[in-house]
């Protein structure tokens, strides 16, 4: 199978923060990938904006560098990377003053898209934009892409929303989500949407629960400072987790379009229930044989930030009414997993009595080994009566597509053409955005009146005990988590 690849109009991209980690590891990959893949018209341009002083040529070896260490093993024996390399430009700019504006103002051009990644902190995100306004550098098709955390509450999400409406329409403004550009993310809804088989299922009436797990077996590594002021709840369930709930209980949407499908997954954000305390279990990992525990990590021996979370969602709509959802993350874990379960209810009568008691479960994998299962109850082979058995019905990316499962795009080289493309259908919305913030500060609000304490659990295990608990209440059990 040959997987199509569908060109862009020639480019302008500046990235702010163009020397930082994000763009080193992911985004001037992401973009070499692209270029490799034909995708990136001649004329196209990326340029590279940053405080530190660097001329383009110290920038392309630059670029070079991170290519080599994060660009997956792409060959480029070919001269492939010179004439990626080619490309890229540079300007030292200064994102509070006026430093370097001028010189950006310079490489511009008139005749090709615009784009501006804003790979900074979101506290640049008002000053950048005010300053492209000023000094000309947009047009009424120009984009701005923002990264995560976008706000860290309520007010200052729609601070940061009010901050970008003064120099920009909503339809300029791409909120990323990474989670949103993962290809079996997008299979989700070709799944529900694409096939008859699935959607007249897809409700309370036949689903007994649904489980969403993305874990992780790093610890908070360097990022102890921001995490510890985050915590799993803002840095995973706000963003990530709650953008996979939305696709798996949103309603069809009439169209495929980007606001169509943004309005019916703002809909599902509206409809959750307030969450209760006891549907909430938060976790802290001790030190394990080869690393420290979370208190060690961030430097904080009484920190009450979680790395864990577990929760019971509820959804008041006519789909999901009395239908659970279990989500939970976490770091530290026993395995790197993330994955979408939906378990169906029993039979109402088996003609097979208690041995026809099973349930399909329909399991998309996110990562790894990207893919969806679906498990079927058939006859154990062999005589001495009808004994039935659960199979998968497997589909892995790699085994079905070939070649091209197994070299999967990532996320961002589809993000980042998407905003070429002025396609907004896998980004947030400021008002999304907004609903979700306004569902979660209840939930931080009240663990932190209460002084509630994260309980302890064993690095390299499966969470708190008590997630356990939270499901065995309801006489379920999570799926192992497993790489």
């Not at 008691?357 to 058939?378: A, D, Y």
């Amino acid at each position: 199978m040959v997987s199509r690849v569908i060109p862009v109009d020639p480019f302008d991209l500046v990235i702010f923060g163009g020397t930082g980690d994000l763009a080193r590891r992911k985004i001037l990959p992401g973009l070499f990938r692209r270029f490799c893949a034909g995708q990136m018209p001649n004329g196209s341009r990326v340029i590279g904006a940053a405080r530190g002083e660097m001329d383009s040529a110290a920038y392309r070896a630059f670029v070079a560098e991170a290519i080599a260490e994060f660009g997956g093993g792409r060959a480029c024996e070919d001269g492939t990377l010179d004439g990626f390399l080619e490309r890229m430009e540079f300007v030292t700019i200064d994102a509070r003053g006026e430093n370097g504006w001028s010189d950006l103002v310079a490489l511009m051009r008139d005749d090709v898209v615009r784009a501006f990644y804003f790979s900074v902190g979101p506290s640049l995100f008002g000053d950048l934009a005010e300053r492209l306004t000023k000094h000309g550098l947009t047009d009424a098709d120009s984009r701005i892409v923002v990264e995560k955390p976008f706000g860290r509450d309520l007010e200052t999400a729609k601070a940061l929303n009010r901050d970008l409406a003064k120099h920009f329409d909503e339809r300029q403004i791409y909120r990323i989500d990474h989670y949103l550009g993962k290809e079996t993310v997008q299979n989700l809804m070709a799944v529900r949407f694409g096939n008859m088989l699935f959607e007249p299922l897809w409700n309370s009436q036949y689903v007994d629960h649904i489980q969403i797990t993305v874990a992780e077996t790093v610890g908070v590594g360097g990022r102890g400072e921001y995490y510890d002021k985050s915590g799993a709840m803002r840095d995973m369930v706000q963003n990530h987790l709650m953008q996979l709930l939305c696709l798996i209980a949103m309603e069809p949407p009439s169209k495929f379009d980007p606001d169509a499908v943004r309005d019916e997954k703002l809909k599902v954000i509206r409809a959750l229930d307030p969450m209760v305390p006891h549907h909430i279990v938060r976790g802290q990992y001790e030190p394990g044989a080869d690393a420290p525990g979370y208190r060690e990590a961030v430097g904080d021996p009484r920190s009450r930030t979680e790395s864990y979370i577990a929760m019971k969602v509820g959804i008041s709509n006519w789909r999901w009414a009395g239908t659970p959802f279990y989500l939970r993350t976490g770091k530290r874990l026993k395995a790197r997993s993330s994955e979408i379960v939906v378990v169906f209810k029993e039979l109402n009568h088996s003609i097979f009595g208690e041995a026809g008691e099973h349930r399909n479960e329909l399991s998309i994998r996110l990562q790894p080994n990207e893919g969806i299962t679906l498990g079927v109850t058939i006859k154990e082979p062999g005589p001495g009566g009808m004994r039935l058995m659960n199979v998968p019905l497997d589909m892995s990316f790699a085994e079905a597509l070939g070649p091209d499962g197994a070299d999967q795009t990532d996320a961002y080289e589809r993000l980042i053409m998407d905003v070429i493309r002025g396609n907004q259908t896998l980004f947030m919305r400021g008002d999304e955005v907004e609903a979700a913030w306004a569902w979660t500060d209840p939930i931080i609000q009240g663990w932190e009146a209460r002084g509630d304490v994260p309980k302890t659990y064993d690095a390299g295990s499966e969470g708190p005990v008590d997630a356990v608990q939270l499901l065995a209440r309801d006489t379920r059990v999570w799926r192992k988590v497993a790489p």
